[in-house]
């Protein structure tokens, strides 16, 4: 596979995605964990439930606005439901849960481990064949990662199953890139972009009820601010605008095409929370830009 060029929208996509994706790390991080001044835990699960919830409207409304048909022909629900948990399901609910744990800035990093697995899937699994090119961009992203992650392993040691956890979910989110690369579905993909999230926000909300159903309470206003930040603007627009690229670029270049995400979550969290910065931070932002620029530009 040789290098990959960006259309004017894929790049103008990318752009809005990363800020989005990037600055909204902090912004859950708050809303599960509290203000750092003022500490104070909001049962995660509920926390995205209920910006899936009230992002589905706001989503709706834009593919109407868009006259994009919604029916999806009863012969393809099947490959709906086998779409739905690597691409959304199983990494929200990971997620939302290891952020209580981890920096969120640490938590994008580790979740950002996903180029390096979507290229050795493909190769596993599909064959996939990547020029050195291809592979010394892997290389850069997954040296981004080990140097952002260089001050955090005491702080992982405390907890691991966090750390595990999210590599893991970055695992399955690489074997959904795949699969949504390969769908046959004849519909287009905001469509199954809307579907998918009808059904992460239904079996969400249940996990909510049966888990944190005792603990519901109302939410206080920072956790309303990241409700609303994450219903309009990520469910709204940035779920959607990922699974674009990832249907349209290649697996390995949409997902080192977003390698810039989890360097926005560190800095944005540094100047948000407080979260202490180290040169490694900014070593690791040109070993990924580096990666990006192998992976897309033209030689």
Not at 122 to 142: F, K, S, T
Request: proline share 7%.
């Amino acid at each position: 596979m040789g290098p990959v060029q960006l259309t004017r929208r894929q790049f103008v996509v990318l752009v809005l995605l990363t800020l989005v994706w990037g600055v909204n790390w902090p912004v859950m991080k708050v809303g599960v964990s509290g203000l750092p001044a003022a500490p104070q835990t909001y049962p995660p699960l509920t926390f995205r439930a209920l910006s899936m919830v009230l992002g589905l409207p706001v989503l709706w409304a834009a593919l109407r606005w868009l006259q994009v048909p919604l029916a999806i022909p009863r012969a393809h629900w099947k490959e709906l439901a086998r779409l739905t948990p690597p691409n959304m399901l199983v990494w929200h609910v990971v997620i939302i849960y290891a952020l209580q744990a981890l920096s969120s800035g640490r938590t994008a990093i580790l979740g950002y481990t996903m180029p390096i697995f979507v290229a050795l899937v493909g190769y596993v699994v599909w064959g996939e064949r990547l020029a050195a090119r291809q592979w010394l961009g892997v290389a850069a992203a997954g040296l981004g990662v080990v140097l952002l992650l260089a001050e955090e392993f005491g702080k992982l040691a405390g907890a691991p199953w966090a750390a595990a956890a999210v590599v893991g979910a970055a695992a399955v989110w690489a074997l959904g890139t795949h699969l949504l690369r390969r769908s046959t579905a004849p519909v287009p993909l905001l469509a199954i972009v809307f579907w998918m999230t009808v059904i992460t926000a239904v079996v969400m909300s249940a996990l909510a009820w049966l888990v944190e159903g005792p603990r519901w309470r109302a939410p206080e206003a920072h956790v309303w601010a990241a409700v609303v930040f994450n219903a309009v603007l990520v469910f709204g627009f940035a779920q959607a605008a990922w699974l674009y690229l990832a249907r349209t670029l290649p697996p390995v270049a949409s997902s080192i095409s977003v390698m810039m995400i989890p360097v926005l979550g560190v800095f944005s969290g540094a100047l948000a929370l407080g979260e202490r910065l180290h040169w490694q931070d900014w070593a690791a932002v040109a070993a990924i830009v580096c990666a990006i620029a192998l992976v897309l530009r033209k030689p």
